[in-house]
């Protein structure tokens, strides 16, 4: 049922994810061992990365087409919400933990940081508009 507006959230959610595999998550003018040889940090400088753009992705777009179990479909979209929180916070870490002095001054963020932040947002707005539908058929349930 594409036409309830979770299945929309949790789409917009997914693409968000989706469009990772794009956008750099920093950029620098140094060159430094690591993640930041090549001047560019994006998802495919890790595996872990890409294992939770890959996860979150799929989560949230298997979660349009549980309609008929509407709890798993709130979990599935609570985890994309962790998803995508994980995503940013290990990014972070792995530029600090891999660059060096020289490099501590010249590390440019770019626009991979916000796509997470547009698929927490929807896979929130999402979980609320599932919780809001639940309640609605459960209280029309006590009507029969």
Do not use: C
Not at 44 to 51: E, K, N, Y
Request: hydrophobic share 55%.
């Amino acid at each position: 049922m594409i036409q309830r507006i979770q299945s929309l959230f949790l789409l917009l959610s997914s693409a968000a994810f989706w469009t990772e595999f794009a956008l750099p998550f920093a950029t620098t003018d140094v060159a430094s061992q690591g993640v930041m040889n090549d001047l560019v940090y994006n998802i495919h400088d890790s595996p872990v990365l890409i294992g939770l753009t890959i996860i979150g992705g799929l989560v949230t777009l298997s979660a349009i087409f549980l309609f008929n179990n509407r709890p798993l479909q709130k979990r599935l979209s609570y985890l994309g919400v962790v998803m995508a929180i994980l995503l940013p916070l290990i990014a972070f870490l792995l530029i600090y933990n891999e660059r060096t002095g020289d490099a501590l001054s010249t590390i440019n963020y770019d626009l991979g940081i916000f796509p997470p932040l547009v698929a927490l947002i929807f896979a929130v707005l999402a979980g609320r508009a599932i919780g809001k539908d639940d309640k609605l058929v459960k209280s029309m349930d006590r009507l029969r």
